[in-house]
């Protein structure tokens, strides 16, 4: 534990609490909003997948001598926060807010890793690998959106409302956890901000995958 | 498909389904009561072992060329309707809950598994092997009513409703889908309530197991 920067032990709590809350939010939207038994096992699936990651994350916590509840408890109320702020109100937002959320999680991550000490870049980079990012949505959205352009309004706007809300708990976290802000980007705060253009474009390219 | 008997699919629809359910009603405990992170995780570990049972039955569903939504489809009902007549009011409740069913599903598919098609008996053997059937609860379960009599008692009422409700919608699987029915008592509609009475003996000794 003493030669683990304070720094990793956040970017893995705040991946395995992402994970956790990920895997809960997907099973409730799977639960209350899939049409058909086929789409409740479908998004099942993408939750069940989070679920695996997240044991991955706290495996190598406690591996390295780190209490996990501990290590994820101050990012609960950002990534819950977000949660709550994008609840889904029917099936196609959910499908839209498993592959955006999947999505930008994953890009942050990305991003964080390539800062990270080599071994947590190793780990997430397994995570990243194994992810089965709710490509399913991609079709069912496309076809959806086709044979209803103001469905295609409104899924545009909930994208943006979705990248809107992941940021501004972002910099919420980068303000109160200044090591994890330090191994992202060593050397100034403006590198936070390139990163978050960054994410954000990537973001874009999502949402044109989905013609939206 | 021509060659599969009619009561094999209901099987492995009754329990794909009830695999399904209980994955999304586990996730939604987990996240409803759980005290800490690490009740969270623990539960949402049990949950997720359900979504990879539910997987190994459809797949084989499928590849026995079944449909599994229809095959999952007349049981939506009663497994719906018990997750409903038992909804956890707290987290003990959801921990009693998550051994006392996994228990009572894991003893239901071990009897009709004894009656049915071989390959379908190496399914449910295979399912049920895997089981790590939410053994975290006895310690808590126990050391809670240690030291709250009053919670024990409760939770020895709550264990009751529980079978009582699953029997409930046992029977009326068992009256709704005669060649289930037959696949698991073929002698005589006795061999049925024999079977229930074997799953509450085998409830009472989990009851036991807990202190309840």
Excluded at 139 to 154: I, K, Q
């Amino acid at each position: 534990m003493s030669d683990t920067p304070s720094g990793v032990v956040d970017l893995l709590g705040l991946l395995a609490y992402a994970e956790l809350s990920a895997f809960l939010r997907l099973a409730e939207d799977a639960a209350r909003l899939a049409p058909t038994l086929t789409d409740r096992a479908a998004l099942s699936e993408v939750a069940a997948n989070e679920y695996r990651h997240f044991r991955l994350v706290r495996d190598r916590l406690e591996s390295l001598g780190a209490d996990s509840e501990a290590a994820m408890a101050p990012f609960v109320a950002a990534l819950d926060g977000w949660h709550e702020q994008t609840r889904p109100a029917d099936w196609h937002e959910a499908l839209v807010k498993a592959y955006v959320g999947t999505g930008i999680a994953d890009d942050f991550y990305r991003e964080m890793a390539r800062a990270a000490d080599p071994s947590v870049g190793g780990l997430v980079e397994e995570v990243l690998a194994d992810q089965a990012r709710a490509e399913f949505v991609v079709e069912r959205v496309r076809n959806a959106v086709e044979s209803d352009p103001a469905l295609g309004g409104r899924l545009a706007l909930w994208g943006r409302r979705l990248v809107g809300e992941a940021l501004s708990q972002a910099h919420r976290v980068a303000t109160s956890r200044p090591e994890l802000a330090t191994l992202v980007s060593p050397e100034d705060l403006a590198g936070i901000g390139r990163m978050f253009a960054q994410l954000t474009e990537e973001h874009n390219n999502r949402m044109a995958e989905l013609k939206l």
